[in-house]
Nanobody, 126 residues
Framework: VQLQASGGGLVQAGDSLRLSCAAS????????LAWFRQAPGKEREFVAG?????????YYADSVKGRFTMSADSAKNTVYLQMNSLKPEDTAVYYC???????????????????WGQGTQVTVSS
């Protein structure tokens, strides 16, 4: 499994960015793909995730709910994170991650993810 994240950059508060994560070596079945972020001096935190198990369910951290949208294109084996109304506190390195046969209660636990892409920096200036 390989994950390739892209799309980070430097933007101003209120702007939008879309991150992409191209996945290889997996299909969107019985897998969970998620975005995590880590700011300097802080722990890695869950941002959003999609869990496929029959259908799919999307999860968001409370801090991004209503501003961020995670989506998937199975034909391209790619997931996206559309980030709107960005705030300076969204500044972090963003990582995509994958895990197989993850139970619902573990979706937000970064320690449960075996596969990680390289990070992409998102910087939001005030």
């Amino acid at each position: 499994v390989q994950l390739q994240a892209s799309g980070g950059g430097l933007v101003q508060a209120g702007d939008s960015l879309r991150l992409s994560c191209a996945a290889s070596g997996l299909t969107f079945r019985s897998v969970t793909l998620a975005w995590f972020r880590q700011a300097p001096g802080k722990e890695r935190e869950f941002v959003a995730g999609i869990r496929w198990s029959g259908g799919s369910t999307t999860y968001y951290a409370d801090s991004v709910k209503g501003r961020f949208t995670m989506s998937a294109d199975s034909a391209k084996n790619t997931v996206y994170l559309q980030m709107n109304s960005l705030k300076p506190e969204d500044t972090a390195v963003y990582y995509c991650a994958a895990a197989f046969r993850l139970i619902t209660s573990s979706v937000r636990d970064w320690g449960r993810y075996a596969y990680w892409g390289q990070g992409t920096q998102v910087t939001v200036s005030s």
